[in-house]
């Protein structure tokens, strides 16, 4: 049984406990969404491709031409590979932080990140690492685990917001797990994913449980 890699919050993310914006600094605010896809073999199936979605909502910093997003989770939504389902709890994650600046070549705006968490209990439930759900017929239970990332994004303004891609790059090591068969069977991953993202602007004062209710504002596909 495969291991659904967790993702990389927006995968673009230098991921940090980043502090809180100024109180004097303008309170502007985006929701963003990003998709990214792999691949993995999977035992009786062969090659299947991978999908997740992560919906946040970014505080926006511009200083000498650069853009920083200091973000927060909202949801994340990992597909099913075959039978077996895998689920976080986004309000455990911690805030994130990315910076991009203008790209060498001058074609749009570049942010190049590592993410890295160690055994350090990051989602606050009283275990190791982030908590992973796994719901699969005949093994359940809960993976613990840390992760290294390392990404290239390139993005730059459009009619509605701001979008590109992000090519990243994720290794994921089980601290350990609950419930006898994950025991066995989950291993460690090396994976390379990549996928669109995209924001746009919405009300400074707009929450995670707003646009969930109401539907997220923008697609990273559209």
Known sequence: MPLVSVPALLSATLLTHAPEPAAAEPRELWAGHQVVFGRREVPFKGTVTTRTDTFSLARVRRRDGSIELV???????????????????????????????????????????????????????????????????????????????????????????????????????????????????ASDTDERVQGPFAYVPVSADTTCAQLLRNGWPVDAEG
């Open 71 to 185: 973000q927060t989770a909202c949801r994340v939504l990992i597909e099913p590979v075959g039978a077996v389902e895998v689920t976080i709890d986004a309000s455990g994650l911690p805030r994130s932080s990315m910076r991009f600046v203008a790209a060498p070549d001058g074609e749009g705006l570049v942010s190049e990140a590592e993410l890295a968490w160690g055994e350090d209990d990051v989602d606050g439930d009283g275990n190791p690492g982030v908590t992973v759900r796994v719901d699969a017929p005949m093994c359940s239970g809960e993976l613990y685990v840390s992760n290294r990332s390392t990404t290239r994004a390139v993005g730059d303004y459009t009619g509605r917001g701001f979008a590109g891609d992000a090519r990243v790059r994720v290794v994921q090591h089980v601290i350990d797990a609950k419930g006898a068969c994950l025991s066995v069977v």
